[in-house]
Each structure stands twice: as C-alpha cells, then as structure tokens.
C-alpha cells in the first residue's frame, strides 16, 4: 500500500501558506460584509498589465513566488469567475493571460478559514500549486506529473490518517474518489495545496484545477476550464517558480 509523497516543498515557500492565515485574518476583520448575488456571471472588472500594489500589501507572501494565478468572481455565491495569470519578470508581476472563464463550486466561494468538506464551495486565499496529473499523455512542464490509473484514489475521510492525500491503493473506507475517471474531468488537473502540511479533519479535501464538464457547469469545489486551457496551463507552470494560486471574491482580493 502506497502513498504518494508529493509535498515536497521549499519550507520557506510553504510559510507563505501559513503565516497568510494570520495576516489575512487581521484583513478581513476590517472587511464589509459581502451581499449575495444570484447573478452568475464572468463579467468582471478589468485589471491593469501589472499587479497591483494594493493587492500585493494585502496578500505578501506572493513575493514568495515567481508565477500567480488569479482566479476571482463577483459574489460569495457566484459559481463562474475568472483566471488571470501572472509572472514575475525582473522584479515586476506582468500579466499573461486574463478572461478566462472558469467554473467554481456549486456553493460558491468559501470565506476564508470557512471551507468545509462537503460544502461545495471553493475555497478563498493563496495556496501553493502541484503535482499536476492526468490519464493522458504528458505535456511538456517541468512540474511533477503523476500519471493516473486504475489504483490511484484520493482519502475525503476525515478520520482517516491518510485525509487529503492521494493513494496508490483503494483504501477501505467509502469516503474516497478514484481518480481514473470514464470521462474527461481528470484527463489533466493540478493539485491546489488546500489543507495540507498538515490535513486538518473535515476542513475540505481534493481541491484542484481540472477540465469542465462544459461551460457554466459547477464542481464540487474545485476550478474547473477548458482540456486546452488547462494543458497550457499546466506547460507554463514551473516548478522553479513556486507557482501559487490566489482565489475568492473581487471583495476579499481588492
């Protein structure tokens, strides 16, 4: 029975996870309160070529990183947002890519420190990215790609000492995912490390980037886009980089 370690990472960079969790906090008690919108909807604020500077006080710990995905949506109850990608280039963030529809979880976002397994909702804050996996072939990155088959199973039990992580083995308790999917959504995906290092119980568990089942169509959780979005993705990401993801609302990120 195997389980796979993939968590190797730079402890300098994984503080950038955690000490978030303090400085954040103290951010959002300043915050007003967001109003529920059953408007689903994409359509968000464009934003400048460059990072900005507001965004980078409140969130410091991106310094930790050379490459940022930004996804955002308008409403704590929004189900569709938007991905913008970022890298760091001789000491200034450029934007690479922007308005890229993508799909969040049937509940919406998450407010920060709120996530909770099983509550369809995505989760908000910054997080580092990787593995990235997939049935399919392999695209060119530099980053870890675990292929998946028939034996690879992902632990949403709370109790299990094995909580949040990816197996190589079918474990025996129900509360489980296997991985090798007959259709699409796993063909290629990217770990978001949400509550890890360590798991904490029934804080949420199997947060990634996949590929959709169509336009406008929610996940669990996760964020999902299009198979060709997503293998792009997937060959800009650089391991080198200590790419990280920044997730929630307009109004938790500006």
Request: proline share 7%; glycine share 8%.
């Amino acid at each position: 029975m195997k389980t796979i370690d993939f968590l190797q990472i730079p402890m300098a960079c994984l503080s950038l996870v955690f000490i978030l969790g303090a400085c954040q906090q103290a951010t959002e008690s300043s915050s007003q309160t967001e109003s529920p919108s059953s408007i689903q909807t994409p359509d968000i604020e464009t934003h400048a070529d460059e990072l900005s500077e507001a965004l980078l006080d409140k969130f410091p710990m991106i310094e930790g990183s050379k490459q940022l995905i930004l996804v955002r949506a308008n409403s704590p109850t929004a189900t569709t947002g938007q991905l913008e990608t970022y890298q760091k280039e001789e000491g200034s963030w450029r934007l690479l890519k922007q308005h890229i529809p993508v799909n969040l979880g049937k509940a919406g976002f998450a407010p920060f420190g709120e996530k909770r397994e099983g509550d369809k909702k995505t989760p908000s804050g910054l997080f580092l990215l990787g593995p990235t996996f997939g049935y399919e072939t392999k695209p060119e990155t530099s980053m870890e790609f675990i292929q998946i088959d028939d034996s690879h199973y992902w632990m949403s039990d709370s109790d299990s000492s094995n909580y949040n992580q990816l197996l190589h083995y079918k474990p025996g308790s129900p509360e489980m995912e296997k991985m090798r999917r007959t259709d699409d959504l796993y063909s290629y995906g990217v770990v978001v490390q949400y509550n890890t290092q360590p798991a904490e119980p029934g804080l949420g568990s199997a947060i990634f980037i996949h590929v959709e089942r169509g336009p406008d169509k929610p996940t669990l959780g996760c964020i999902s886009l299009p198979k060709k979005e997503i293998i792009q993705l997937i060959e800009w990401l650089d391991s080198s980089k200590y790419p990280v993801i920044l997730m929630g609302t307009s109004t938790y990120l500006d």
